[in-house]
């Protein structure tokens, strides 16, 4: 199965500067990795999810890249704002056997200090 | 409503209850999931249905038993839990399982539960 670490567990940065989330994966016929953002009392929100196919995709101030051969991708989020303080989580899906299951990062807790 | 809703919100329950979790989904999808969320934990796939039938089940007690009567509406009974059975449990939902280039999951809000 796949094994999807997460790093770094906690984050903290000043409000305005950028925040990098980082996640590797094992298995390199996984071909899809959402992330997602949890505020307080609420479930999981995608906000921004790369397929193998692609190197990079954008999304205002959020980004996320993805190196295949280093089997790992990560979460930019520029110019951050108090509102973006939350837990991201990074997820990976593998498509191999017949699994489509999707395998989660343990979770950064992000805090911008206004 | 919009989206993946969850009832209830919050529930706690003695380990000799019987109680069920609902969710529904106003997205139109094919698959469903039940999630157990617990702390310091990754999200852990308890059961998936597509179509309406089962096509997962990651090894969980059968004191957790999952019904899905139609593709918008998915239940999960509980019956003679234990204390680290409290977690937050989630529901998502997606177009399609399988659907190879990626099946984006969609979450409700959670049903946090808590075994006395």
């Known amino acids: 199965g796949e094994n999807v670490e997460q790093h770094p567990s906690t984050l903290s940065v000043q409000e305005g500067d950028s925040a990098v989330i980082k996640c590797t994966y094992s298995?390199?016929?996984?071909?899809?990795f959402p992330w997602y953002k949890q505020e307080l009392g609420k479930g999981p929100q995608l906000i921004i999810d790369?397929?193998?196919?692609?190197g990079e995709k954008k999304d205002q101030r959020i980004a996320v890249t993805l190196n295949k051969t280093a089997k790992h991708f990560s979460l930019h989020i520029t110019e951050t704002q108090p509102e973006d303080s939350a837990v991201y989580f990074c997820?990976?899906?593998?498509?191999?056997?017949?699994?489509?299951?999707?395998?989660f990062g343990k979770g950064t807790k992000l805090s911008v200090i206004p | 409503e919009t989206g993946v809703t969850q009832t209830p919100r919050h529930l706690v329950m003695g380990m000799t209850n019987k109680k069920s979790l609902k969710c529904e989904q106003h997205?139109?999808?094919?698959?469903m999931y039940w999630y157990k969320q617990s702390a310091k934990k990754p999200l852990e796939l308890m059961f998936v249905?597509?179509?309406?039938?089962r096509v997962e089940n990651n090894s969980v007690p059968s004191r957790f038993s999952p019904e899905c009567p139609n593709s918008s509406h998915l239940f999960l009974h509980l019956h003679t839990l234990q204390p680290e059975d409290s977690a937050l449990y989630l529901c998502?939902?997606?177009?399609?399982w399988g659907g190879g280039w990626g099946d984006t999951q969609y979450f409700g809000p959670g049903t946090r539960l808590t075994v006395l």
């Open positions: 790369i397929r193998s196919n692609v």
């Open positions: 997820a990976v899906q593998y498509s191999g056997a017949g699994s489509y299951q999707l395998t």
């Open positions: 249905y597509s179509l309406e039938e």
């Open positions: 298995d390199s016929a996984s071909n899809y």
């Open positions: 997205l139109g999808h094919n698959a």
């Open positions: 998502a939902s997606s177009l399609t």
